[in-house]
């Protein structure tokens, strides 16, 4: 069984009562629901937020130890935190996949989103899609995995 690591980032545990306009109406347990729904029966869904920046450091460390593939949405960590940029190279570094996701454009939104520094060193990115931005990751790896 592979372990799908489902890592996110800062305020994203208020997912359905913040700003639902931008982020939507569900809920970090309506995602689980959903990413769970769709995942085959090999992949088990490991989801997690944290709004410490530390936290999300060491999963991704864990992801290296343990040889899981990563769906990170790193929220507001995206634009300016180089430590977690050095441990997302750690995992992308080990030849594991890490998706960066992201539920709204950023590139559609205020200027200081537009840069990620997240993004050179992940495998790919999926933006703008809401929920959906993490279904089509979770299945990019899906269709990876040996």
Do not use: C
């Not at 069984?1 to 931008?22: A, F, K, Y």
């Not at 507001?76 to 997302?88: E, G, I, K, N, V």
């Not at 997240?118 to 809401?130: E, L, P, Q, Y």
């Amino acid at each position: 069984m592979t372990r799908v690591l489902v890592l996110n980032g800062p305020n994203l545990g208020r997912l359905g009562s913040r700003e639902p306009d931008i982020y939507g109406s569900g809920t970090l347990d309506d995602l689980r629901a959903q990413l769970e729904a769709v995942a085959s029966a090999s992949v088990e869904i490991d989801l997690r937020q944290t709004d410490d920046e530390a936290t999300l450091i060491g999963w991704l460390h864990e992801a290296v130890d343990t040889r899981s593939p990563v769906i990170l949405n790193p929220a507001a960590f995206t634009h300016y935190s180089y430590a977690l940029s050095d441990a997302a190279k750690l995992v992308t570094a080990a030849g594991l996949i890490l998706v960066e996701v992201h539920l709204s454009n950023p590139h559609a939104r205020e200027e200081f989103r537009h840069t990620s520094v997240i993004s050179a060193v992940a495998t790919g990115v999926i933006a703008g899609f809401g929920f959906d931005s993490y279904l089509l990751a979770l299945d990019l790896i899906g269709r990876r995995l040996p």
